[in-house]
Each structure stands twice: as structure tokens, then as C-alpha cells.
């Protein structure tokens, strides 16, 4: 066993491959750049899948445990976010050419990780018709329970009043809002100390999605400075598409309860 060897160096490091020509300096570290975040995003859709089993299994502690580690991945790829914005409008702009119609749109993992929070839309299935692995992924995601569906289950097992239409919801659909779901957060919010486990697990939960926020956000700000408001190679509208995402929340009621804390 080696060092390259045991992580197969030689594989991951051939697989930077600009393709400007004369190559452009600056597109390595645009490769990279998604290179290192799709690496983080497997990390990432592997911890997630391992709570909602923790979960299906009735046992927080090792759930938690994920979510931790998947909160300070979250915060590393925020800051990532830096390096490129060290890349200059013109600087891109001589390279943006060759990227044609490809788009972040088509981050399959990405699109997992979504659904896996909650965020389900049988429709970007499209996107990945002709990779078979890819829409494998992307399924699985879409037809599993998400998170938070796991996380209501768990709560319902321990006894919670969680309405059945949550319980027997299509999960292959969006998340809509529960309105009846707020009184049972409300009473978690309101004697944390009776009801801990439940009560740290919505703050956890809390925390993905602030991560996943300020992750979007500066996604948003570095695509705003890099170029301005021209339109995506994806086909959206580029920055006000993005900026319509930062509305999203995959855990609604778990902020409506906020408004319904006394004081
Ligand atoms: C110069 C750098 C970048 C620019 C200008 C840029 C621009 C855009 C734009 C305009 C979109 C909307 C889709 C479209 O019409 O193309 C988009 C979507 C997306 N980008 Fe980027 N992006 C950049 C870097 C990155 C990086 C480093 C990642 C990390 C993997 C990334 C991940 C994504 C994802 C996942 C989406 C889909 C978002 C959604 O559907 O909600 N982008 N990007
Ligand atoms: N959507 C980007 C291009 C882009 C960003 N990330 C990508 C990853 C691979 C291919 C293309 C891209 C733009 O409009 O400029």
C-alpha cells in the first residue's frame, strides 16, 4: 500500500482537463473549484443517507452525528466560495465560451442532496435522461423519505401528535405547509427540557438549512460579481433565478414556530 495508491492519486489528478485553447490559466482553478465541491456533496449525500437510516431506526445520537459533520462540510463549501470569486469578470469571460450549454443545473449530486432536505421535483429527473447513473442517484433521492419526513415519523413513533396525512404523504412530492404541524413544535419549544432529543433535532435541522442558505447566497453574490446580470448558460435568467432560491425553505414550520413562541 501507498499513499497515491490507497487514494488513487493517479485517477483523481488526471481528471483535471481544461479544455480552452491555448488553455486559459484560470480554468484549472474553475475545475477545481467544482471538482472539490462534488467531492464534499458525495461526503455529504453519504452522511445524510446514514441519518435518515439512524433515524428509521429510532436512534438521534448517531443522526446527530452526521448532521454535524454534514453542518461543517456546509461551512467549508461556503467559504470555498472565496477562492473563486478571485476570478475576474474578464478573466471568466475568456474561458466561458467553451463551457456551451452545461450548467450547475446539471449537478446531479447537488440535486440529491435537495431532495434528500426535502426540496423534491420529479421534474429535474429530466435533466439526467441520458446518464443512467446519474438519474439513478437523482431516483433514489426523489423516492426515499427525506429527512424531515424521517424526522416526523420518529416523532410520531415517540408519540407526538403528527397529523396522518404527514405520515402517508406521496413523498415523491414537494414539501408543503403543515399547518398542523406548528402546535406540535410549538409544545417541543415550549418545555425543551421534557422534550430534548426532539428539541435539539429541530435546531439541528434549523442549522442545515441556514447552511444551505448562506451556502446559495454566496453562490449568488460570486455569480453577480463574476457575470453581473447576464443569463445562464443553463438557459434561467442567471442572477434573478438564483436570487428567487434564497425563498425556499426546505423546514417551513419549524420557522412559522418562531412566530408562535409566547414572549
Ligand atoms: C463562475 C462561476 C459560476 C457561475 C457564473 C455560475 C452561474 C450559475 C448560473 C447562472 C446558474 C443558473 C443556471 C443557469 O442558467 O446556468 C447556476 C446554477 C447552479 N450552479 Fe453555478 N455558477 C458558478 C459556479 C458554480 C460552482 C463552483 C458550483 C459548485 C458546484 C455551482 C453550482 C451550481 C448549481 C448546483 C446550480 C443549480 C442551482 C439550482 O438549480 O438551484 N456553480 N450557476
Ligand atoms: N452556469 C455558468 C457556467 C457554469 C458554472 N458552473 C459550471 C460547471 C460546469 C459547466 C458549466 C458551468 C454560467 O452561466 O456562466
Known amino acids: 500500500m501507498s499513499y497515491g495508491g490507497y487514494l488513487d492519486l493517479d485517477t483523481l489528478l488526471a481528471a483535471q482537463r481544461p479544455i480552452s485553447r491555448p488553455e486559459h490559466h484560470d480554468e484549472l482553478l474553475f475545475i477545481i473549484q467544482h471538482q472539490t465541491t462534488e467531492l464534499w456533496l458525495k461526503l455529504v449525500l453519504h452522511e445524510l443517507e446514514s441519518a435518515c437510516e439512524f433515524m428509521r431506526a429510532d436512534d438521534l445520537p448517531p443522526a446527530l452525528k452526521c448532521i454535524a459533520r454534514v453542518k461543517h462540510i456546509q461551512k467549508t463549501l461556503t467559504e470555498q466560495w472565496s477562492v473563486l470569486a478571485t476570478l475576474t469578470p474578464s478573466?471568466?469571460?475568456?474561458?466561458?465560451?467553451?463551457?456551451?450549454?452545461?450548467?450547475?443545473?446539471?449537478?446531479?449530486?447537488?440535486?440529491?442532496?435537495?431532495?434528500?432536505?426535502?426540496?423534491?421535483?420529479?421534474?429535474?429527473?429530466?435533466?439526467?435522461?441520458?446518464?443512467?447513473?446519474?438519474?439513478?442517484?437523482?431516483?433514489?433521492?426523489?423516492?426515499?423519505?427525506?429527512?424531515?419526513?424521517?424526522?416526523?415519523?420518529?416523532?410520531?413513533?415517540?408519540?407526538?401528535?403528527?397529523?396522518?396525512?404527514?405520515?402517508?404523504?406521496?413523498?415523491?412530492?414537494?414539501?408543503?405547509?403543515?399547518?398542523?404541524?406548528?402546535?406540535?413544535?410549538?409544545?417541543?419549544?415550549?418545555?425543551?427540557?421534557?422534550?430534548?432529543?426532539?428539541?435539539?433535532?429541530?435546531?439541528?435541522?434549523?442549522?442545515?438549512?441556514?447552511?444551505?442558505?448562506?451556502?446559495?447566497?454566496?453562490?449568488?453574490?460570486?455569480?453577480?460579481?463574476?457575470?453581473?446580470?447576464?443569463?445562464?448558460?443553463?438557459?434561467?435568467?442567471?442572477?434573478p433565478f438564483l436570487r428567487r432560491a434564497l425563498e425556499l425553505t426546505f423546514f417551513p414550520e419549524l420557522y412559522a414556530v418562531r412566530t408562535e413562541i409566547p414572549g
Open 91 to 239: 478573466e471568466y469571460a475568456q474561458f466561458r465560451g467553451v463551457l456551451g450549454n452545461a450548467s450547475g443545473f446539471q449537478s446531479y449530486q447537488y440535486r440529491a442532496v435537495e431532495f434528500t432536505l426535502g426540496n423534491k421535483n420529479a421534474k429535474m429527473l429530466q435533466v439526467f435522461e441520458a446518464d443512467a447513473a446519474a438519474s439513478a442517484i437523482v431516483r433514489r433521492a426523489l423516492e426515499s423519505p427525506s429527512l424531515y419526513d424521517e424526522f416526523l415519523r420518529l416523532l410520531a413513533r415517540a408519540g407526538y401528535d403528527i397529523p396522518a396525512d404527514v405520515l402517508e404523504r406521496d413523498v415523491t412530492k414537494a414539501w408543503t405547509f403543515h399547518d398542523d404541524l406548528v402546535p406540535v413544535f410549538a409544545a417541543i419549544y415550549a418545555d425543551p427540557e421534557h422534550n430534548w432529543a426532539a428539541y435539539e433535532t429541530c435546531e439541528e435541522l434549523v442549522d442545515l438549512e441556514d447552511n444551505f442558505q448562506l451556502w446559495r447566497f454566496r453562490h449568488l453574490k460570486t455569480v453577480e460579481r463574476i457575470i453581473g446580470s447576464k443569463t445562464g448558460t443553463g438557459g434561467s435568467s442567471g442572477a
